[in-house]
């Protein structure tokens, strides 16, 4: 299996860990660039940043965790047209001991099937020989494709001992001085347009995208349409493949729906990414409902938690525009402060796939220059 993936030019490798698929997944971990992931629905998201950048990326998970990335690769990877390939541990199967996992692993034929995703199901030795030709398939089409992984494949084999390493210490966590919101999105974005120019932007889906759109269209902006929480994935799937600077204007609700991402970002460490969360307290494309930043939790608090040291919280132009000018070692968290509100600005005239293909062509562009 190793040896097909590096055959097949597959880069990066994002897992998430099963006791079926250890040995593999060690192997995996000393021979590729591994991207330990905290939940599946954001290694779809990392992937998708990395296939934009051009690059063949893989997933390893388990059948369970599929579901949990179910709405990712239909709203995100099926909808923008990009690759992706999924070898899934297929749990539920073959004298299943863990009754927890056998009602995802029985239906997951049926629900691949019911949402047109293909599959190859992998149960002997002699089927490998079919993962290569997919693969290839995966990336010049464009396709989404999945490798269930029967138990039956590997048989029992010695499951290798991962050293422990020390407990991580993370950075020692001083609250910040709260000040008071003065602005709106829209506002932030304008302030922030200038600065823009020479960045990779990826743009929370919604609203801010559109308004984005509005306020300073780019052919480096991606900007979501659906997806909601993978924003801050997808510009660390891209930073890790670019040397331009890659800058993500997400929310508070899409922040909050997976937190997990910001502790793959303080693990990966890479130096070009900026986060700038406009927190505005509530979910602004849905009614303005207010979100938990309203009530009781501080994003700054929950990225530095995570362990990214190189955060801080703003809420005027002045110290907006100073924060995105600093030039400290990333990644950089930039909570913004920010009024509740909506610019009624028009749709973005765009298809998600000329979305994709207008952004990819100038990722292209600038890495070849």
Request: aromatic content about 6%; overall charge positive.
């Amino acid at each position: 299996m190793i040896e097909i993936l590096r055959a097949s030019s597959i880069d990066p490798i994002a897992t998430l860990p099963c006791e079926k698929i250890n040995v593999l997944l060690s192997l995996i971990e000393s021979n590729f660039l591994h991207i330990p992931l905290t939940r599946e629905e954001e290694g779809v998201g990392i992937c998708a940043g990395a296939a934009l950048c051009g690059k063949r990326p893989a997933m390893f998970v388990q059948s369970s965790g599929l579901g949990n990335m179910l709405n990712a690769i239909m709203s995100l990877t099926k909808t923008y047209d990009l690759p992706l390939s999924i070898f899934v541990s297929w749990r539920g199967m073959d004298n299943e001991r863990i009754p927890a996992q056998i009602p995802m692993g029985r239906a997951l034929l049926g629900i691949l099937e019911a949402c047109g995703i293909e599959y190859l199901i992998l149960r002997e030795d002699s089927d490998l020989r079919l993962v290569r030709e997919e693969l290839q398939n995966v990336y010049k089409g464009h396709k989404i494709s999945v490798f269930l992984m029967s138990p039956a494949l590997w048989g029992i084999k010695k499951q290798l001992k991962r050293p422990r390493d020390g407990r991580f210490r993370g950075p020692r966590i001083k609250q910040s001085k709260i000040p008071v919101p003065r602005y709106t999105r829209f506002e932030l974005i304008e302030t922030l347009a200038p600065y823009l120019g020479q960045k990779i932007v990826v743009s929370n889906l919604g609203i801010p995208s559109k308004e984005l759109f509005y306020i300073k269209h780019q052919p480096s902006n991606f900007y979501m349409l659906g997806s909601m929480g993978m924003a801050t994935p997808i510009g660390l799937g891209i930073s890790l493949f670019t040397k331009r600077d890659v800058l993500v204007i997400d929310g508070d609700g899409s922040l909050l729906m997976n937190p997990g991402t910001l502790g793959t970002m303080a693990y990966l460490r890479p130096g070009n990414l900026s986060v700038v969360a406009i927190d505005n307290g509530s979910y602004g494309s849905t009614g303005d409902q207010p979100t938990l930043t309203a009530r009781c939790t501080d994003l700054e608090m929950v990225a530095r938690g995570f362990g990214i040291s190189n955060t801080v919280k703003v809420s005027t132009k002045r110290d907006l525009i100073e924060a995105i000018n600093k030039r400290s070692p990333g990644p950089r968290f930039i909570h913004v402060l920010a009024l509740p509100g909506n610019r009624d600005v028009p749709n973005i005239p765009l298809t998600p796939v000329e979305i994709k293909e207008i952004f990819s062509n100038e990722l292209c562009r600038g890495e070849s220059r």
